[in-house]
């Protein structure tokens, strides 16, 4: 799965088709009250300040892939209602509750769909009426996720399109595997068995319970603590120069680049292995080494978005199951990378034995007051993010889906890169401030970056 701008993505033109999710009414068992997790509380409370200020923030997470053959739309309406039937987290009305957020979960057969079809779509109209579409879902309104198909004779482009409240980047390949999984078995005459996934909101109140007697003096706050101190704040700043202004919101760039091909990527991989170090943490090194050649620091500080779904019931659910953690470690010159890799592995699992307390918690207890309500990062943040999609769920067919995530953002203040590892390479997905000097910064590092893991495999 490569993530990517739709507007980037060679969709051929189609009928339009839409599917609505409606709430039909039902004898289904009482409601379900529950509280959201700490990062959809958070997410939604800063939504509702941006509003109230006129200056929303908008986003989505979206995915398409292709389905071949004669389309049946029936099954196609099946696979998608079999989604959201299957992840409660989709179903949920979420209300505000003071500071807080609580929801109502309908049950599997409280949710319908409507199906309404829009009229041809001809090139290059098809990426725009996508990224329109994907717009659609806003934090603040129900549903939470936009579905839909831009149906040929031969084959169509299955979408969908949800707001962070309720995904996140691994629930996208979860969710493309589910539909994909569901559309295969009923156009072959199999009967669609639910099973079930995982709760989110039940994960979020066990979340909840590790952290509910979490204060600013709690000892599990010490790692926090003693990064803030080194670091000069919990948002570790972005070492080179973007050309931005403080306090200021400039129109995003997306780009996507493959740094390394697919044996490339394999070398790379052995190199770290020799080193005692894995691809992830030989990459996060590399790109910390970039960045020093680049005129940043000889101590990398950055956040890290942590996956807490485990092995276990959740491994396939949808949700925002993610923790952002702070890491550092020192940085050496190109020719000292193996000393770099073995620092940023020690970090990590010093990070890692420090990942109970959820950073929303922290950025409550730990900040300045005056970064309470704040509906963007402060300044430019460091962010480090890897994923291997050739581990999710269906990953042996998304090269023949030409499945795709699309994150899009509509305004930024920095610079955000989201490595990812598919069958054929590395790349890594870019979103950053629209100024002439963050081309050329991020133009720079990367081609350091590229050279740097290069050097390294050799």
């Known amino acids: 799965m490569l993530q990517v701008s739709v507007e980037d993505t060679e969709i051929r033109p189609g009928e ?19 509280m959201a997790g700490y ?82 779509l001809e090139a290059p109209r098809v990426g725009a009426h996508l990224h329109q579409a994907f717009r659609e879902v806003e934090t603040l309104s129900w ?9 040929r004779d031969d084959s169509a482009t299955v979408w969908f399109s949800c707001d962070h409240l309720v995904t996140d ?16 078995a009923l156009t072959a005459g199999e009967a669609l068995t639910h099973v079930e996934a995982g709760s989110y909101l039940e994960f979020s109140r066990s979340q909840r319970r590790r952290n509910q007697d979490l204060h600013a003096d709690d000892p599990r706050l010490d790692y926090w603590r003693d990064f803030i101190r080194r670091s000069g704040g919990l948002f570790p700043r972005f070492p080179l120069d973007l050309g931005t202004e ?26 770290c292995r020799a080193r005692g170090g894995r691809l992830s943490m030989g990459l996060l090194a590399a790109l ?18 942590v996956n807490e779904r485990g092995r276990g019931v959740y491994e396939q659910s949808m949700g925002w199951f993610i923790n952002t953690l702070p890491i550092e470690f020192a940085v050496g010159r190109a020719e000292e990378f193996a000393d770099t890799l073995a620092a940023a592995q020690t970090a990590y699992a010093h990070m890692q034995a420090h990942a109970g307390p959820h950073f929303v918690q922290a950025w409550r207890l730990l900040a300045p007051a005056e970064y309470a309500r704040l509906h963007y990062w402060p300044h430019a943040v460091n962010f480090y993010s890897y994923i291997d999609f050739r581990r999710m769920p269906g990953a042996a067919h998304h ?48 081609r350091t970056l590229a050279r740097t893991v290069t050097t390294a495999s050799r």
């Open 246 to 271: 403080p306090g200021r919101l400039y129109a995003p760039v997306t780009t996507t680049e493959r740094l390394l091909d697919a044996p490339g990527v394999e070398a790379f991989e052995a190199a």
């Open 169 to 184: 980047g691994l629930s996208t390949a979860i969710a493309v595997n589910d539909i994909a999984g569901a559309y295969r």
């Open 39 to 120: 990062n959809q509380a958070k997410h939604f409370t800063v939504a509702q300040h941006a509003r109230s200020l006129n200056e929303p923030v908008r986003s989505y997470v979206a995915a398409t892939f292709e389905i071949t053959g004669p389309v049946d739309l029936d099954a196609l309406e099946d696979a998608l209602l079999h989604l959201v039937r299957r992840h409660e987290v989709l179903r949920a009305y979420y209300e505000p509750l003071g500071e807080d957020l609580s929801c109502e979960i309908l049950a599997p057969g409280e949710v319908a769909l409507k199906h309404v079809e829009s009229g041809r």
């Open 16 to 34: 339009a088709h839409r599917w609505y999710l409606v709430p039909v009414s039902g004898d289904g068992p009482p409601v379900v009250r529950r």
């Open 399 to 446: 090269a023949g889906q030409r499945a795709r995530m699309h994150v899009w953002v509509s305004g930024c203040n920095g610079i955000l890169h989201w490595f990812h590892r598919t069958q054929d390479g590395l790349h890594v997905n870019s979103i950053h401030v629209d100024t002439p000097q963050a081309r050329t910064t991020q133009e720079a590092l990367l």
């Open 288 to 305: 910390a080494t970039a960045v020093r050649a680049e005129g940043g620091p000889a101590v990398y500080r950055g956040l890290v978005p």
């Open 143 to 151: 549903p939470l996720i936009a579905m839909g198909a831009v149906v």
